[in-house]
T-cell receptor, first 115, second 113 residues
Framework: GAGVSQTPSNKVTEKGKYVELRCDPI?????LYWYRQSLGQGPEFLIY????????DSGLPNDRFFAVRPEGSVSTLKIQRTERGDSAVYLC?????????????FGSGTRLTVV | KQEVTQIPAALSVPEGENLVLNCSFT??????LQWFRQDPGKGLTSLLL?????REQTSGRLNASLDKSSGRSTLYIAASQPGDSATYLC????????????FGKGTKLTVNP
């Protein structure tokens, strides 16, 4: 596609529920990143995929968070047993190679609210 | 651990003024530095990308400089317009591994008509 697409744009869920957030990167971009942005803060790194594999998941806050990219394109961020502190905007970005030679294109984000 | 600081946190200027936003980072081992714009409730729009070997990049009324050795970057906006009102984020891409971005908290710019 022309840009990075994230769905849904907004998600309200009850504490304890499971949610899935989807990211569709730019076609041909092998690198995909998930970030989380809390109010008044800059985005914080969660996980990086190079192709199908999670090359760096050091930013995932705990084992309730998991992400997959089974075919090297679309990625899903999964959050189990959601907590109110998980409320944030979840941003996805893709890059041509992840080698630092190219910029990153971000999606519009999914605003997650846990009530 | 890489840390990115942006000063000021907020800035309000009259239309037409030239302005400078500042960004500093603690570890000079970066691949690149990128400036983004974020409008309220929106995602990030890339403005300028400076590779570690470059000193500056220009796009229209925007000019970004990079002094890697001192860990500083500036974003210069000429002849500011009300449409420039947004939050401006600076991010550095770290060397070694994922080249993930480390962001500052941003500068919220308001340009008054």
């Amino acid at each position: 596609g022309a840009g990075v697409s994230q769905t849904p744009s907004n998600k309200v869920t009850e504490k304890g529920k499971y949610v899935e957030l989807r990211c569709d990167p730019i076609s041909g971009h092998t690198a995909l990143y998930w970030y989380r942005q809390s109010l008044g803060q800059g985005p914080e790194f969660l996980i990086y995929f190079q192709g199908t594999g999670a090359a760096d998941d050091s930013g995932l806050p705990n084992d309730r968070f998991f992400a997959v990219r089974p075919e090297g394109s679309v990625s899903t961020l999964k959050i189990q047993r959601t907590e109110r502190g998980d409320s944030a905007v979840y941003l996805c970005a893709s890059s041509l190679s992840g080698q630092g030679n190219y910029g990153y294109t971000f999606g519009s984000g999914t605003r997650l609210t846990v009530v | 651990k890489q840390e990115v600081t942006q000063i000021p946190a907020a800035l309000s200027v009259p239309e037409g003024e030239n302005l400078v936003l500042n960004c500093s980072f603690t570890d000079s081992a970066i691949y690149n530095l990128q400036w983004f714009r974020q409008d309220p409730g929106k995602g990030l729009t890339s403005l300028l990308l400076i590779q570690s070997s470059q000193r500056e990049q220009t796009s229209g009324r925007l000019n970004a400089s990079l002094d890697k050795s001192s860990g500083r970057s500036t974003l210069y906006i000429a002849a500011s317009q009300p449409g420039d009102s947004a939050t401006y984020l600076c991010a550095v891409s770290t060397q070694g591994g994922s080249e993930k971005l480390v962001f500052g908290k941003g500068t919220k710019l308001t340009v008054n008509p």
